[in-house]
């Protein structure tokens, strides 16, 4: 099965319904079921009780709640975590429940359907204990197509392991690099050393224009209601998920690699590796080096 945790245009809507729903408003209280959430310990998480929501915003793949005096609250959903808007004072479900933030017109529900718990929640006074969470990636809608270029081309790294390092490039991970490399023409195995600047930039622009539309069209499906349904696997997608399926470009079946029991790869032959089917035991020595060893490595 592949990994499905949410990624930057999923984090995005999520951002823009909490900022609907919550800001401006006060947490009553955190309640918190599953105790391996909680990553810090200082300030006490107690300590955002009453304190009102100035803000939201992106680091990475985590969501950042602004509060009153000068902390932040910093959730990171991991592959299985999802938030729910739901009725005030829900009940926290016991084999999937995390925690609940209760506010006055409703509550936050925190969940994680893996049975290996890995979201992480921290309480962080100020601006740099905050920055500590920061892989340090850039932003990839921001940053010029040069620096993009540069970050890529230094990377030493197949192009998907690079796309997916969180210390390069900030929010994209399986599903995203996927589309990326799909809508690049660019098999996912070309080493970032080998490839010329006019490759890199052409990858930039892919970046650019999926996670764009993707955010776009999330938004629009989503209208003024809250994700319920995140998930990485869409019937629009090209290539990721469509194992065997025919490529919408040019009616090649889609191929996948599996590294392990999460993580797997999808392409095109057709589109991008000139027809050839990728071996598993041609990448042995590939994915041994340049595919992540922890679940933290894919943050």
């Avoid at 869409?234 to 469509?242: I, L, W």
């Amino acid at each position: 099965m592949a990994t499905n945790m949410p990624e930057l245009p999923d984090i995005q809507i999520y951002i823009e319904a909490l900022d609907r729903f919550v800001v401006g408003e006060t947490i009553e209280k955190i309640r918190i079921s599953g105790i391996s959430l909680l990553g810090s310990y200082d300030p006490p998480i107690d300590e955002a009780n009453g304190k009102k929501v100035l803000g939201l915003r992106r680091i990475g793949k985590r969501i950042v709640f602004e509060l009153e005096g000068d902390l932040f609250l910093v959730l990171h959903l991991m592959i299985s975590g999802r938030i729910r808007w739901k009725a005030k004072g829900v009940t926290i479900p016991k084999k999937v429940g995390l925690a609940a933030f209760d506010f006055a017109e409703g509550s936050i529900l925190l969940t994680e359907q893996s049975t290996k718990k890995r979201a992480t929640l921290h309480l962080v006074r100020g601006e740099e204990a905050l920055a500590d969470h920061d892989r340090g990636g850039l932003e990839v809608l921001e940053a010029p197509p040069d620096e993009f270029a540069d970050q890529l081309l230094e990377a030493r790294h197949t192009v998907k392991r690079a796309l997916t390092d969180q210390r390069l490039f900030s929010g994209i991970g399986n599903a995203y690099s996927d589309e990326i490399l799909h809508r690049a023409k660019m098999s996912p195995f070309k080493l970032t050393g080998q490839m010329s600047r006019d490759e890199a930039l052409t990858v930039q622009s892919a970046v650019v224009e999926v996670l764009t539309e993707w955010t776009d069209r999330l938004r629009d499906e989503l209208g003024d209601g809250f994700p319920d349904k995140v998930t990485a696997f869409h019937d629009e997608m090209a290539v990721h998920g469509k194992f065997k399926q025919q490529c919408p470009v040019c009616g090649s079946p889609v191929q996948r690699i599996v590294y392990a029991s999460s993580n797997d790869l999808n392409y095109c032959p057709g589109c991008q590796t000139g027809g050839k089917i990728l071996a598993d035991r041609s990448l042995s020595r590939i994915l041994k080096d340049d595919w992540p060893k922890t679940l933290e490595d894919l943050e």
